[in-house]
């Protein structure tokens, strides 16, 4: 028996490696955060420690986090699996999510940094009507983190029956809802700060683990890119190493990639938990900073992942990754096994599941910080909370949200949801950033604009996409029974993310009402000087 | 209603948008921002259509294994760090000092006002 047949057959058994040892690595990770998180979390006392972690994070360690947060368990292990399967394609995806922070780097977060002060909300609503404005930002922000949320749920449920070993919906389950739980318990005791210190250890972690055997892959191909390529097309066919093998089957699905690079490039830098990362340094400067660590970060994973995919699609090949407990994702685990046996498989499963962990955090305390501060705070209680009462309805909906996405969790087990992380995107590149593009940039832009677009660019998204061949009409659909699919393409930017972007136009240039020329002054002087921004809270 | 994010209005902000300084922060910015946006978003649409549309050329072998494809995705890659890196010197050298200015001015004036 050579070794291909060593992993295939410990593949077919769903035992690859230890799994008590991939649970005592993944143990460790939570013990040793657990106490950084504990000691952290001393000096959250106000809004802008629980929010923002007292603004007192560095460039470095906030691009770090960035780095962690956006990192998620798809772009890790999806890309390396559509590589190792597909090619040259997935190697595209991975494109549009490093050039996207481009975006974000130049046009949205040292203005947002100056403007705002805990959420999306607060830029947008800052010369416009507030209620209305902030209703329609949170409602945008809830949306973006629901589907975010629910998809890397659906994911730890796959990553369980691959890395643990446990097939029957019981076990997974439990395990949905321990890794829940664990979510719930850093980001209420932890806040922001908590939040921060996760996800930068996973970072590091997972950055790390992915250097290592792209080093280790290279060495066995002689440190020659082009001799693993020959290799990878050995296995694969020559086609692996050019573009069309996923999207190029016809014109639709090309129309189709085209439409979801437009929705990758323009979400990133409407992401509201991507956002709010800016407001957890003291200066504009810093979040210059992060996000060209966030960049270095990114692009430098997103090289190893190439290597890594089509490390696996040679040394594994495709056939086997298909056929293994959980699909595509198994490429990264298996040619972990390949290369280092149980040990390297222990360290990147711990780290798999650390990146579900960091990921739902971050989602979770930005869905928890826009609805207590834009809906509870500014829109119920009209902006007067009372002492402590937005850092307690954050709380409160910290653990709501967490339940939600336990119960979400396991509902959505084995359903074929990969589709909400393109939603997500989607949603965030046609309702958020035509307006936060608009507000920053536009002196004209009107409430009525920042309202049509924001819910024109999340309607047009989801409506599209209910419609689509995702959720139903074919046997990979959500609903495999049946058909009212009318919308050809799976992925709606191409439609909703123009159209957010004129909505805004039409609904400022069609409306009567001048917002106050004196406010728009101050936001811009304010934006693009610093002057009056929130200033780190010091202890 | 009150705008938390927003400071009490002791200084009149309509006059420091019209100063001479402020005007020219804001162009700096905007024309450099702007136009390397545009160009950005171009070069990465350019290699998403011809990726889509054009994979005869992509698959053209230049050396070795590697093709036009994989040099042009990599020069993703080196775009987005050169452009980085260039934006980053661009506002350390051009636009951070500019605007300390403008923000100490403005502190001054309203230390007085208080």
């Known amino acids: 028996m050579n070794r291909t047949d060593i992993i295939r057959a410990a593949a077919e058994s769903t035992e690859i490696g230890n799994p008590i040892l991939n649970i005592s690595i993944f143990g460790a990770f939570v013990l040793v955060t657990l106490v950084i998180v504990l000691r952290a979390s001393r000096n959250n006392k106000t809004a802008a420690d629980y929010y923002a972690a007292g603004r007192s994070f560095t460039g470095p360690q906030n691009g770090t986090a960035i780095a ?128 921060t210190w996760v996800q930068i250890i996973k970072a590091v972690l997972l950055i790390a683990g992915a250097f290592v055997m792209t080093v280790w892959v290279l060495a066995l191909h002689g440190f020659n890119l082009s001799e693993l390529l020959g290799a990878a097309a050995s296995v694969g066919g020559e086609e692996v190493l050019n573009p069309g093998k996923q999207y190029g089957v016809s014109d639709l699905s090309r129309l189709d990639f085209v439409s979801l690079a437009l929705a990758l490039v323009l979400g990133t830098a409407g992401l509201p938990h991507v956002l709010m990362r800016f407001y957890t340094v003291p200066t504009a400067r810093e979040a210059r900073r992060s996000v060209v660590w966030a960049i270095w970060l990114i692009g430098a994973f997103y090289l190893f992942t190439l290597v890594l995919g089509y490390g696996a699609g040679a040394l594994i090949g495709a056939d086997t990754i298909t056929s293994a407990p959980g699909g595509v994702n198994s490429a990264a685990p298996l040619l972990a096994f390949e290369l280092g046996g149980p040990l390297l498989l222990g360290f990147i499963s711990a780290v798999a599941f650390a990146t579900i962990l960091a990921v739902v955090a971050g989602l979770t305390i930005t869905a928890a910080a826009s609805f207590s501060h834009d809906v509870y705070a500014s829109v119920i209680k009209k902006g007067n909370p009372g002492p402590g009462g937005e850092v307690k309805v954050a709380r409160i909906t910290v653990v709501v949200i967490g339940l939600l996405a336990i119960v979400g969790g396991i509902g959505v087990q084995g359903q074929n949801i990969a589709f909400l992380v393109a939603l997500a995107f989607a949603v965030a590149a046609s309702a958020n950033l035509p307006t936060i593009i608009y507000s920053l940039f536009w002196r004209r832009f009107s409430t009525r604009g920042a309202l049509w677009s924001m819910y024109g660019g999340l309607g047009s998204a989801v409506i599209l996409i209910a419609f689509s061949g995702v959720v139903s009409g074919s046997e990979t659909s959500m609903i495999p029974g049946v058909d009212f699919s009318w919308f050809p393409l799976n992925n709606p930017g191409i439609i909703s993310i123009p159209l957010g972007f004129i909505l805004g136009w039409l609904g400022t240039v069609t409306s009567s009402r001048r917002e106050d020329p004196a406010v728009a002054a101050e936001m811009e002087v304010r934006s693009l000087t610093g002057h009056g921004a929130e200033k780190a809270t010091s202890h | 209603m009150s705008n938390d994010a927003r400071s009490a209005p002791l200084t009149d902000f309509a006059e420091v948008e019209a100063s001479e300084p402020f005007r020219r922060l804001k162009k700096r910015h905007r024309s450099f921002v702007w136009p390397l946006t545009i160009a950005f978003l171009i070069w990465y649409f350019a290699y998403v259509l011809l990726a889509s549309y054009a994979p005869d050329f992509m698959s053209t072998k230049v050396w070795g294994n590697i093709n036009v494809g994989l040099l042009l995705g990599l020069g993703q890659f080196v775009s987005t760090f050169a452009i980085t890196t260039w934006y980053v010197s661009f506002a350390n050298r051009q636009l951070d000092p500019l605007a300390a200015e403008i923000r100490a001015d403005l502190e001054a004036r309203e230390g007085v006002a208080r």
């Open chain 1, 68 to 195: 962690g947060d956006y990192l998620s368990a798809a772009s890790f292990l999806g890309i390396c699996g559509a590589i190792a399967i597909n090619g040259y394609d997935g190697f595209l995806y991975s494109i549009g999510f490093l050039v996207a922070w481009l975006v974000a780097l130049l046009l949205v977060a040292e203005l947002m940094r100056n403007t705002g002060k805990f959420t999306m909300a607060d830029v947008l609503s800052f010369r416009l009507k507030q209620r209305p404005v902030r209703l329609a930002a949170a409602t945008t922000t809830l949306a973006v983190c629901f589907f975010y949320l629910l998809a890397q749920m659906a994911g730890a449920g796959g990553l369980v029956s691959l890395l643990l070993g446990i097939n029957d919906q019981v076990g997974q389950s439990v395990v949905v809802a321990v890794v829940g739980a664990l979510m719930i318990l850093y980001v209420l005791v932890g806040g922001m700060k908590g939040t």
